[in-house]
């Protein structure tokens, strides 16, 4: 595993728990759109696993680890935006909501595809 890749996945995991178990009224007013909360939820899971994605799954041969793949995708796609939107009910001033769940998974589910496409299309990104 390098280390290029596990630096900014643990930095952007960190990031995503900050925003997510930070109480409500400590959090920065933002100006208010339809949907701006469900665009934050996804944008902040679509990049994490797509980060997470990065993280050992490509070898030395440009081939995917599936064991590793399915690990990350398992736990940075699904288990944690999950167990993150439930655990924020325990957070003053912050609530659970099922469409918050969606916009998590989405965006994870996003971030999946995007890996594998670049994956596909050679990039350095992946």
Known sequence: MRIRRLIP???????????????????????????????????LFAVLSFLWLRVGTINEKRGINTRILITNLLVFCFIFPILAEYLQQFVPNRTFDYMDIVANLVGGAFGFIVFFILYKANNRLV
């Open 9 to 43: 996945a643990v930095l952007w995991l960190l990031m995503v728990s900050l925003a997510m178990f930070t109480p409500g009224r400590s959090l920065p007013k933002l100006p208010e759109f339809s949907f701006g909360d469900k665009l934050g939820h996804f944008l």
